[in-house]
């Protein structure tokens, strides 16, 4: 039985007065007994004590439980997809989340997976355990309009995860809700989005972290978030940031007095993050994805698969959830993107440089 199920059990009992003339109670046959005028006094107090006990265990179901499984207790994960972007490879947004969501239905048979384009329907959001968000970010955010249904339904613990741009809110009200709900955003003239290969040399020991090896990729590797001083924040993927992260003269996104200080200081930059919420939900941020043939890596799929399951409340394999037997090369990432391929486009050159699998024609000469 899940929390929906439970309510209205709960709000029943609670509502059966344990006096002689309360009205009869005719959906649960183990209370017909208020039905009769004055219950004999041994019965009364069976039934006082019955109630508590009821009552108590229904409480705490629903503290430890207010997910929305399923009826075979499989963790709903909605994956929302926002708009096309920036054209071929990059910001891949659907394609993105369908590998995604094979990722996690190849690793286990406990998650269902609904992938959505644009907002979800109320009820897709209602039936949620996490709630997976790849889209656009600032004044464009697909969760822009509806920042209030997502409060109400984290607080009942569903999880949230936002990748790549769907880390950033607009300053103000907005940042401040995902810094709330995320653990952290990335905030314009304080936050920075330069292209680097991020070398994560070490990763910590947190369920997000495993079976995931050392590994490094070349992407828009955001970093100094803005992050919360409640709950906990963790970091997941953490590199210190090369010094021409920092070429770009100042400006929304691309640098400030605060995060020079911090390169120049060889600090690390973290770049993705567990957030334990105050609320005992879990969120994860990440702001890797740009170029979609990351995705094709396997340390990269394996630690959002099990980000994913963490925060809809899934307990993560020693060794990180499989992903499977099929590798995810560039044929598998051409499918589904918003865009064609240029004229140009080289599947020879992507597979080298992202260091995929393809069956794709040769170069000249090779
Ligand atoms: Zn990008």
């Known amino acids: 039985m899940n929390a929906t199920q439970r309510l209205p059990a709960l709000q029943l009992l609670l509502q059966a007065s344990p006096y002689p003339n309360a009205p009869p109670l005719n959906h649960r046959c183990h209370l017909a007994m208020w039905r009769s005028p004055v219950a004999p006094p041994h019965a009364r107090t069976f039934v006082v004590a019955l109630l508590f006990v009821v009552a ?14 399923d009826a075979d ?20 947004h659907y394609a993105g989340v369908r590998l995604l969501a094979d990722a996690i239905t190849s690793s286990t048979d406990k998650a269902a997976v609904t992938v959505v384009k644009r907002w979800p329907t109320d009820e897709q959001v209602d039936a949620a355990d996490t709630i997976v968000i790849y889209c656009d970010g600032g004044g464009r955010h697909v969760a822009m309009a509806h920042r209030d249904q997502l409060r109400k ?5 569903c999880g949230l995860v936002c990748i790549h741009y769907a880390v950033e809110m607009v300053p103000g009200e907005p940042g401040d809700d995902w810094v709330e709900m995320l653990g952290g955003h990335f905030e314009v003239h304080y936050s920075v989005n330069p292209h680097w290969v991020a070398d994560f040399k070490s990763l910590p020991n947190h369920p997000i972290a495993a079976g995931v090896e050392p590994f490094k990729t070349d992407d828009e590797w955001y970093f100094y978030m803005r992050f919360s001083d409640q709950g906990k924040v963790t970091p997941i993927l953490a590199a210190v940031a090369p010094e021409d992260t920092m070429r770009r003269p100042d400006g929304a996104h691309s640098g400030n007095p ?6 120049a200081a060889g600090e690390k930059q973290t770049v993705a993050w567990a957030y334990d919420r105050p609320d005992g939900g879990r969120s994860f941020g990440f702001t890797g994805g740009h170029y ?7 340390n990269q799929r394996r630690l959002m698969a099990n980000a994913i399951l963490w925060t809809a409340g899934m307990d ?26 240029p004229k140009n486009f080289d599947q020879q050159q992507v597979a080298e440089k992202f260091e995929l699998t393809s069956t794709g024609p040769k170069k000249k000469g090779q």
């Open 56 to 69: 108590n265990g229904l409480l705490a179901g629903l503290a430890s439980q207010a997910t929305a499984e």
């Open 153 to 157: 339904k984290l607080a009942k613990g």
């Open 316 to 341: 993560v394999p020693k060794n990180g959830f499989s992903l499977g037997q099929e590798k995810v090369g560039v044929e598998r990432l051409l499918e589904n993107q918003d865009y064609n391929p």
């Open 292 to 298: 979609h043939w990351n995705w094709g890596n396997d």
């Open 258 to 263: 605060h995060v020079r200080k911090s390169v």
């Open 73 to 92: 207790g499989n963790k709903q994960v909605l994956l929302v997809a926002g708009n096309p972007s920036h054209g071929f490879g990059s910001h891949e």
